[in-house]
């Protein structure tokens, strides 16, 4: 059974800089493409990053393009977000989700996995 956890949210200020995590288990991670979502409270599920299953091809929405990077690392199973320049408006419970295959894009309904989110609160 394929299961993802996140982690690394908290509390930031404008300006301020995050690492968030996911760790995939019950499956071989480079079998998987990976992403980021975030849903604000009142808002819709929205698509942040996403990298290829072999971490050679990455994607970013626009509202994020230049202040985040997603990464992974195969050995340990790991995907990773570094939020930059954070600003209030990225405040939203982040959501890692898998995709078996090369790559997937940014609709909800294109991954096949999703973890149970870890918060981002960023105040001004």
């Known amino acids: 059974q394929v299961q993802l956890v996140e982690s690394g949210g908290g509390l930031a200020q404008t300006g301020d800089s995050l690492k968030i995590s996911c760790t995939i288990s019950g499956a071989i991670s480079s079998d998987y493409a990976m992403s980021w979502f975030r849903q604000a409270p009142g808002k819709e599920r929205e698509f942040v990053a996403s990298?290829?299953?072999?971490?050679?091809?990455?994607y970013y929405a626009n509202s994020v393009k230049g202040r985040f990077t997603i990464s992974r690392d195969n050995t340990k199973n790991t995907v990773y977000l570094q939020l930059n320049r954070l600003e209030p408006e990225d405040s939203a419970v982040y959501y890692c989700?898998?995709?078996?295959?090369?790559?997937?894009?940014?609709?909800?309904?294109?991954?096949?996995?999703w973890g149970q989110g870890t918060q981002v609160t960023v105040s001004s």
């Open positions: 989700a898998a995709a078996r295959g090369v790559a997937a894009g940014p609709g909800l309904w294109e991954w096949d996995y």
């Open positions: 990298i290829g299953a072999s971490g050679g091809f990455t």
